[in-house]
C-alpha cells in the first residue's frame, strides 16, 4: 500500500542554519505530495504543495521538489529561525484524495 | 473563509460512555475528511464524506464508531462505549475540489479515564 516515510526527529539547530528534512514515498500512480506544519496547540497547516514530478513547491523559504525517481520530497531552507520551531509533516494523496502522513519530525531552532 | 471548526477543543471521559465531535468546514468545501493523531505519530485517515455521502471507511473504524454528514455541512463523529485506546486527537479537514489541498481545523483532543 502507500506510504510515507520520514525522517525521525527531533531536529536541533541553531538560527539561520540549513534546514534539510528527509521524505520518502511509496505509491501506485502518481500521488501529490505536500508538506505541513503544525506549530504547538494549533491544527495542521499547509507549507507547500507539488502535484507531478519535477514540481517544486515553496514557501515562506521553504522549498521540496518532487522527485520521482527517487521517490522523495524533501524539505528544506536556507536559514531556519527560531519561529519556525514546529513539527513538520509530509503527505501524500492517493487516487481518493485521502492524506497518508508521515510520523512528522519536530523541528526546534535555538537562538 | 472562518476556517475549520471543531468542538469541543477537549473532551475527557469515563471508559464505556459515548462522546460525539463535531466539525464545521469552510463553508462550501463539499468534501470533508476525519482523521485520528495519536501522540508522536501522524493522522490517520479515518473517514470521508463529499456533500452528505459517505464514500470511504478506514479499517480504523470499528463499529463503534460513526459519522453523519447530514445536508452535506457539518459533521459529527460519534464514539460509542469508548475504550483506552480511543485516546487520541482528532482531525477534522475540508477541501472544495478534487486534490485542492485539505484546511485542517485544531482538533478535539479525547482523554479516556
Known amino acids: 500500500g502507500n506510504s510515507v516515510t520520514q525522517m525521525e526527529g527531533p531536529v536541533t539547530l541553531s538560527e539561520e542554519a540549513f534546514l534539510t528534512i528527509n521524505c520518502t514515498y511509496t505509491?501506485?500512480?502518481?500521488?501529490?505530495l505536500f508538506w505541513y506544519v503544525q506549530y504547538p496547540g494549533e491544527g495542521l497547516q499547509l507549507l507547500l504543495k507539488a502535484t507531478k514530478a519535477d514540481d517544486k513547491g515553496s514557501n515562506k523559504g521553504f522549498e521540496a521538489t518532487y522527485r520521482k525517481e527517487t521517490t522523495s520530497f524533501h524539505l528544506e531552507k536556507g536559514s531556519v529561525q527560531v519561529s519556525d520551531s514546529a513539527v513538520y509533516f509530509c503527505a501524500l494523496s492517493d487516487s481518493t484524495y485521502k492524506y497518508i502522513f508521515g510520523t512528522g519530525t519536530r523541528l526546534k531552532v535555538l537562538a | 473563509d472562518t476556517g475549520v471548526s471543531q468542538n469541543p477543543r477537549h473532551k475527557i471521559t469515563k471508559r464505556g460512555q459515548n462522546v460525539t465531535f463535531r466539525c464545521d468546514p469552510i463553508?462550501?468545501?463539499?468534501?470533508l475528511y476525519w482523521y485520528r493523531q495519536t501522540l508522536g505519530q501522524g493522522p490517520e485517515f479515518l473517514t470521508y464524506?463529499?456533500?452528505?455521502?459517505?464514500?470511504?471507511k478506514s479499517r480504523l473504524l470499528s463499529d463503534r464508531f460513526s459519522a453523519e454528514r447530514p445536508k452535506g455541512s457539518f459533521s459529527t463523529l460519534e464514539i460509542q462505549r469508548t475504550e483506552q485506546g480511543d485516546s487520541a486527537m482528532y482531525l477534522c479537514?475540508?477541501?472544495?475540489?478534487?486534490?485542492?489541498?485539505?484546511?485542517f481545523g485544531d482538533g478535539t483532543r479525547l482523554s479516556i479515564l
Open positions: 463553508s462550501e468545501h463539499n468534501r
Open positions: 464524506f463529499q456533500n452528505e455521502a459517505q464514500l470511504e
Open positions: 505509491a501506485t500512480g502518481y500521488p501529490s
Open positions: 479537514a475540508s477541501s472544495s475540489l478534487d486534490g485542492a489541498p485539505q484546511h
